[in-house]
């Protein structure tokens, strides 16, 4: 969410008439003196004082900026720069004309997916009715797992074949499917709170992810956000749980038995995933709200590189700059503990996934590529063919992921840096989307 700031504006004056686009205004969650206004369409807010919502009640109305100070100096007893406001509020996208002439520049407005889900279709997803009936299925499932411990989820549940490619190009298919479920599941849940909702690729450190661009929920108040937060992992947790009571009590054919044994384990290592809220995790956002911040993983790192250069210049004065400046300095005091605290996680955790990532993931991912690529060419000269197969479907899974890596995560930072291109450096923005 922005903070708005102010500067120069030429080319408006008191006689300036402005138009916004549609805005959504509530009160704010932390400043009973605040309001949130902002377009849930391209998720753009920013946080006013409560008299800015009169401000712009009275600009959209059609009155003139310097009208619109009059009737505010003499309604609030207060003197209030209108022309500053509207510059801001026009940098955020929020101002549709100046003038009568189109402004031009704002964010590009990006389709929801699924624009034809209406929160009437969705809402008793979330009522009481289905909040039993969701204890009900967790409590079953427990009683059963109590007396029946064998169900839980082993890293043996992977190979429910012989054939390790088979099993690998199975368990991704079945991943992939989950995980388009889990993100369709905070779609749906912001689609419940008539939020517009986007579901793409993206990155996080070296982990090819999905992801839900819930940004419209800013206009919601805390309390309904953490529904949208929460509605994948619980999600999840259904599925598991009938995956395991259909093993239970089903007596299903082993090799159905098998695909759902796999099923629960790949669904229990994304939801642990989850926890790592050192990347933008679900349970990441959820400590972003418990915590009232606005962008903790942008502000922690901010600190961690204002920590990192600080120390590198007092080593090296000669070499390296002084830092600007603590970029938490700005930011309230229970928002600057916070982030201050968050940046050793973020520092800690991404140090350690990525060291393991090097020391771990890159070997095996590549002893595997070479023992397949060893395969395939036994095969091709007489081997077994069999074995040939299972090779290629393993170069054949993996290849198309690390690829897929690859092109996303360029598209992205090539997207961010043409942003900072064009637009400066970013402003004390609201999270990123949900993954």
Same mark, same amino acid.
């Given at each position: 969410?922005?903070?708005?700031?102010?500067?120069?504006?030429?080319?408006?004056?008191?006689?300036?008439?402005?138009?916004?686009?549609?805005?959504?205004?509530?009160?704010?969650?932390?400043?009973?003196? *605040?309001?949130?206004?902002?377009?849930?369409?391209?998720?753009?807010?920013?946080?006013?004082?409560?008299?800015?919502?009169?401000?712009?009640?009275?600009?959209?109305?059609?009155?003139?900026?310097?009208?619109?100070?009059?009737?505010?100096?003499?309604?609030?007893?207060?003197?209030?720069?209108?022309?500053?406001?509207?510059?801001?509020?026009?940098?955020?996208?929020?101002?549709?004309?100046?003038?009568?002439?189109?402004?031009?520049?704002?964010? !590009?407005?990006?389709?929801?997916?699924?624009?034809?889900?209406?929160?009437?279709?969705?809402?008793?997803?979330?009522?009481?009715?289905?909040?039993?009936?969701?204890?009900?299925?967790?409590?079953?499932?427990?009683?059963?797992?109590?007396?029946?411990?064998?169900?839980?989820?082993?890293?043996?549940?992977?190979?429910?074949?012989?054939?390790?490619?088979?099993?690998?190009?199975?368990?991704?298919?079945?991943?992939?499917?989950?995980?388009?479920?889990?993100?369709?599941?905070?779609?749906?849940?912001?689609?419940?709170?008539?939020?517009?909702?986007?579901?793409?690729?993206?990155?996080?450190?070296?982990?090819?992810? #999905?992801?839900?661009?819930?940004?419209?929920?800013?206009?919601?108040?805390?309390?309904?956000?953490?529904?949208?937060?929460?509605?994948?992992?619980?999600?999840?947790?259904?599925?598991?749980?009938?995956?395991? #009571?259909?093993?239970?009590?089903?007596?299903?054919?082993?090799?159905?038995?098998?695909? =759902?044994?796999?099923?629960?384990?790949?669904?229990?290592?994304?939801?642990?995933?989850?926890?790592?809220?050192?990347?933008?995790?679900?349970?990441?956002?959820?400590? #972003?709200?418990?915590?009232?911040?606005?962008?903790?993983?942008?502000?922690?790192?901010?600190?961690?590189?204002?920590?990192?250069?600080?120390?590198?210049?007092?080593?090296?004065?000669?070499?390296?700059?002084?830092?600007?400046?603590?970029?938490?300095?700005?930011?309230?005091?229970?928002?600057?503990?916070?982030?201050?605290?968050?940046?050793?996680?973020?520092?800690?955790?991404?140090?350690?996934?990525?060291?393991?990532?090097?020391?771990?993931?890159?070997?095996?991912?590549?002893?595997?590529?070479?023992?397949?690529?060893?395969?395939?060419?036994?095969?091709?000269?007489?081997? *077994?063919?069999?074995?040939?197969?299972?090779?290629?479907?393993?170069?054949?899974?993996?290849?198309? =992921?690390?690829?897929?890596?690859?092109?996303?995560?360029?598209?992205?930072?090539?997207?961010?840096?043409?942003? !900072?291109?064009?637009?400066?450096?970013?402003?004390?923005?609201?999270?990123?989307?949900?993954?």
């Amino acid at each position: 969410m922005t903070t708005i700031g102010t500067e120069a504006a030429p080319d408006l004056s008191a006689a300036t008439r402005v138009r916004f686009h549609p805005l959504r205004i509530r009160p704010s969650d932390d400043d009973p003196d *605040s309001v949130v206004v902002g377009r849930p369409e391209v998720g753009e807010f920013v946080e006013l004082p409560a008299i800015g919502a009169r401000a712009v009640e009275l600009l959209d109305g059609g009155a003139p900026i310097g009208v619109a100070e009059e009737r505010i100096a003499a309604e609030h007893d207060v003197d209030l720069d209108l022309v500053d406001l509207v510059l801001a509020l026009r940098e955020a996208g929020l101002v549709a004309e100046v003038d009568g002439r189109p402004t031009g520049g704002a964010r !590009r407005e990006d389709r929801p997916h699924l624009p034809w889900l209406r929160a009437r279709h969705v809402r008793w997803l979330f009522g009481p009715a289905a909040k039993v009936a969701y204890v009900a299925l967790v409590a079953a499932t427990l009683a059963t797992v109590v007396r029946r411990p064998e169900l839980l989820p082993s890293y043996r549940d992977f190979f429910w074949t012989g054939y390790v490619g088979l099993a690998v190009l199975v368990n991704t298919a079945l991943f992939s499917v989950t995980a388009v479920l889990h993100e369709f599941s905070h779609l749906v849940a912001a689609r419940s709170l008539d939020a517009p909702a986007r579901i793409r690729f993206a990155t996080r450190l070296h982990h090819l992810v #999905l992801e839900t661009d819930v940004t419209a929920i800013w206009s919601v108040p805390r309390r309904h956000r953490y529904r949208v937060y929460l509605s994948g992992l619980l999600w999840d947790f259904a599925v598991v749980c009938a995956a395991l #009571l259909v093993m239970a009590y089903a007596r299903p054919h082993p090799l159905v038995e098998g695909l =759902l044994s796999a099923v629960v384990l790949v669904i229990v290592m994304s939801m642990a995933l989850q926890l790592h809220v050192y990347m933008r995790t679900d349970c990441y956002f959820v400590l #972003l709200d418990l915590l009232r911040c606005r962008n903790l993983f942008q502000d922690g790192f901010a600190y961690a590189r204002h920590l990192l250069r600080r120390g590198l210049h007092t080593a090296l004065p000669g070499r390296v700059a002084a830092s600007a400046g603590d970029p938490t300095a700005v930011l309230p005091p229970h928002e600057r503990r916070a982030v201050r605290i968050y940046a050793l996680a973020v520092v800690a955790g991404s140090a350690v996934a990525l060291s393991s990532f090097v020391l771990f993931g890159i070997p095996i991912v590549a002893h595997g590529a070479i023992q397949a690529g060893s395969a395939v060419l036994a095969g091709a000269t007489g081997g *077994s063919l069999l074995a040939a197969v299972d090779g290629a479907l393993v170069l054949l899974v993996e290849g198309t =992921l690390q690829a897929m890596f690859l092109v996303t995560f360029y598209r992205r930072h090539s997207q961010r840096r043409r942003a !900072r291109a064009t637009s400066g450096p970013a402003p004390h923005t609201a999270p990123e989307p949900i993954g």
